[in-house]
């Protein structure tokens, strides 16, 4: 097993501001936007490893999720983005070997999670936001390198007889592309699935023409027009793209954010861990006062706007989690608030869903619950009195793998008696990786009751109305609740964490499969197992034995 | 790490018939085809384990597949199968956990395999060739018992307060329910997602009503009138097939085969196995004599018409070599013969394809591929000189990963020089699992190639041709020949045998995904990497220390 050296290391913060930076810049030219990419070796996210040749960690990643997110919250006028190097002759050379060999099964798991989540958020902001990406790979890009690239809409290459796009990890690693790039060749790209067999085992890679033929960039630019070739593509996606001209961008501050030993707590979202149970408790507060009447009103509140502030909250909150606490199998998810506050919000989310900013917000909290949805914890909502599972907060009821309500008042909770209630972002808003709404894959069975639960909204629905419509999975009153719940906890808490990661990853998904499920369902699996073999991962596997000048030892069954 | 026991057993047999059964009977009464399991506990494949409650391992696995296979070609008058219990309270408790925490990981994931296609197979019955399965449940349903119900189109559960379904592999055994169970309970019977969490999570199950409520069974049966109900739903599903009344069924005999050391040769299917290259040299024999003109005289050469009888040479070619020979990482396809001879059967499997025998010939073909397609070993295909890659057997160069050709003459080959030649068969007849032709799945990138490639049907295509079409990924001459193929082999065998499989699962079905790919890629890699798991298959996980009254120590880290 690889040495669980990472443990030991200081929490992972997924806070960052480019002021902050140390491997990223941003440059702004009138509609485009300049990613750059310039690693320092030195500056890893843990000890033991350097950045070279424009490799990366999480902690790289994590800049890279940052800049995307301002880019799209900060620069409303930017319409075109260009990933490129800031180094000369490597565009990237994909996650840092050394890192991966020396971290924990856990750390590899979650850093390919988080990386593609982010390649994923490239994808999404082309295809939705208006801003668009294009690659332009000078130098090689290898693995991850090339990974990030095919997250881009336009992928183009110098044409200088050394820059490259390939997959060396099968050949030189006994690992895979493990950040969707095997999807992405012929699911995205369609490389014929000879030539994408015959790339993912070519150490060197494909550079020129064949590349172009082959289907794995877009085109190729000979050296000497490179800078304007890509500016020109970069304008001519920026010319397609319906972001406005002349907007003002919302600035998205520092969260305020106070981490205990068992607590993290932001203004809107609170988790208190309970080690002994493996358990997280985290709970949102609804917001306290109505809505903006406008979108424009909702702009001048900035990144304080409710919708926008608790959805960084909560994303922060779920990936300190995920990284941070991984011995916490559970989370339970709870609300509180006003509904009709929240309902408000949702009135405004719904009126005003060609404003670009309300447009980024509904689409934060759309990648926000999918960031959920596919946390590997059991999810369990508890609807309580004085929760406010309404509208778009009600999504969170039905991202989890079960749930509980209060059937009638609670001892000791004083709040109203729980409800659902369901608002127009329920149906279409948030559709989950799988491209379905989450009721819809909830009720494929008997898409009927989508009807019926559309019919519903406007309605505060009881415990008796939410179990009969099939949108809670117990119902409890007082008499019951706290034994009841806390059996719950403790039976999974019991069970085998690994068996419990796969159960809910084939249970959440049901119905279509999209490239991002095959990423997360497929290939993801398919790289955890890998990831645990001794051909990888051991002692004499691949991983270790990089760069030592040993060949790796292999156990040559084929399973 | 699990105990290499099995190794050192002697090879599975994948050829059985019903007088040497030990686990299952047919039982045939007009239009009912009853296959009534009674496991006999000493009758395991492996020593070690016994088959109590009606458990299972590959043994009994294999008979059932056998039985399947006959029912449809030796019965084509049984219109409706039972599957039912021969066993007092247990319909079928599930693979054997002895046997699996005995079982090395290649066998434990090649079982599941095998037990996975027998379970597909089984549906496909009801699909496309008119023998339509129920599953009888009396007793118990317990993991793959519940799972092989759900295979089947009907589900009966007997309402006596004991039977039941359950899925007690998480809470139980630390791993998955791996037959497709999760894949099928929310995709195909549509179970709605916290029910399943909850079912999946509930050791003793869900009998009576709920277990119709929640869509998990059909409907219950009381009793006293089981039996009579039972066979009253079989003559409803029979009412509908449209298999033919009084046909002569072909019975399927003992294959003729020889195994030696690094042989395995049947008239038409032969196998060497290079084992310093770690490759297995598997050549098809095309038809030496013209088809015969009509379907009853393709009926009257029973299981000697050529098609069936290199059909089933080659599905236990491919169950051989992997199950028996787990070192070996190449599959080299080759094919010799005359190709006019080759098409001339294709004509008949299309002119004739409303026979009932040629409509169970073609399925079984597409069974075949498709055992193919998902057989974790490098594939490749050599097209040489003499070869008959013509129809159906160029299907063979489509499953392959990929394909090289020989353009010209090849010294020391005197056969005719190398061509692919496309029948009607390749546009339709043979989908592979994620629903389309492999021509199509290769051509995903340019669909109007597949419109190119038909058009060609009757021509012969010699290397260049077959090239441009895109039909090959490599032609090479005389001069190069050898020497590339070697490297390419050797190259191949170098590479870690885990990555390999992983890659290829990811680059060999792009396109949508069916409920078959989502078990062959989704859920089977998720329980692969739990089989791997210490808390599964570790010397203190659920599964070595089932039975033995000590709980099982788990790594608490979630991943």
């Known amino acids: 097993m690889a040495a669980e050296t990472l443990t030991a290391n200081p929490p992972v913060d997924f806070q960052t501001a480019p002021e902050h930076y140390r491997h990223w810049t941003i440059d702004i ?49 930017v319409k075109a983005v260009v990933i490129r190097s800031g180094q000369e002759r490597v565009f990237c050379a994909g996650a840092n070997i050394r890192m991966l060999s020396q971290s924990t099964h856990a ?9 593609n989540e982010t390649r994923n958020a490239i994808e999404e902001a082309g295809e939705t936001s208006g801003q668009r990406y294009i690659a332009a790979v000078s130098g090689s890009a290898a693995g991850g390198g090339y990974e990030l690239a095919l997250a881009a809409e336009h992928i183009m290459l110098v044409d200088d007889r050394s820059s490259s796009v390939s997959f060396p990890e099968t050949p030189l690693l006994a690992v895979l592309p493990g950040t969707g790039g095997l999807t992405r060749i012929v699911d995205k790209r369609k490389v014929r699935r000879d030539r994408a067999d015959v790339f993912s085992t070519l150490e ?73 149970g493996r358990v997280a408790n985290l709970t949102v507060l609804g917001p306290t006062t109505p809505a903006p009447a406008t979108a424009a009103a909702a702009l001048a509140q900035g990144d304080q706007f409710w919708p926008l502030a608790a959805a960084r909250e909560l994303d922060d909150a779920i990936l300190h989690l995920r990284l941070n606490e991984t011995e916490i199998g559970q989370i339970v998810i709870r ?35 999918k960031r959920v949805d596919l946390t590997s914890r059991t999810l369990i909502a508890l609807i309580e009195p004085g929760s406010c599972f309404a509208g778009t907060l009600a999504e969170l009821a039905f991202t989890a793998d079960r749930s509980a309500m ?40 008997e898409p009927e009751t989508v009807t019926r639960a559309r ?27 706290l034994d ?12 085998s964490p690994d068996a419990l990661t796969g159960m809910e990853a084939n249970l959440r998904f049901a119905g279509p499969e999209t490239m991002e499920t095959k990423i997360f369902g497929r290939l993801t699996a398919w790289q955890n197992w890998i990831f ?25 069954k084929r399973v």
């Open 107 to 115: 750390h590899k798991v979650n850093f390919c999670k988080f990386t």
């Open 406 to 445: 209060v059937d009638g008042a609670l001892s000791g909770n004083a709040g109203p008696a729980a409800t659902i209630q369901l608002s127009p972002m329920n149906f279409g808003a948030y559709p989950m990786s799988n491209g379905l709404t989450r009721l819809a894959t909830r009720f494929l069975g």
């Open 204 to 276: 060197e890679g494909i550079r020129g023409r064949r590349a172009v033929e082959w289907r794995l960039v877009d085109e190729v630019v000979p050296k000497s027009s490179w800078n304007e070739t890509v500016k020109a593509r970069a304008l001519e996606l920026a010319a397609r793209s319906d972001r406005p001209d002349g907007a003002t961008g919302v600035r998205l501050t520092p969260l305020a954010r106070t981490i205990t030993e068992n607590t993290i707590s932001y203004p809107r979202v609170s988790v208190t861990i309970d080690r002994g």
């Open 532 to 556: 645990q073999r001794p051909n990888a991962a051991g002692d004499d596997g691949a991983l270790k034995r990089y760069g030592s000048g040993i060949q790796p030892t292999f156990d040559r």
């Open 455 to 481: 019919a519903t909204i406007g309605t505060a629905l009881d415990a008796k109305a939410a179990a009969e419509l099939g949108l809670v999975t117990f119902t409890y009153d007082d008499t019951d609740w």
């Open 29 to 77: 030219e009138g509609p485009i936007a300049f990613l750059t990419m310039r690693v320092k070796e030195s500056g890893g996210l843990f000890p033991g490893y350097e950045l070279k040749l424009n490799s990366y960690d999480l902690g790289v990643d994590i800049e890279l999720a940052d800049a995307t997110q301002r880019l799209r919250f900060e620069h409303p006028g």
């Open 335 to 369: 609300t509180e608030g006003n509904p009709a506050l929240a309902l408000s919000y949702d009135a405004l989310l719904e009126s005003a869903a060609s404003d670009w900013f309300i447009r980024e917000v509904r689409l934060l909290w759309k990648r926000v619950l």
């Open 484 to 495: 009841e719940i806390r059996i719950m906890l403790e039976e999974r808490a019991s069970f």
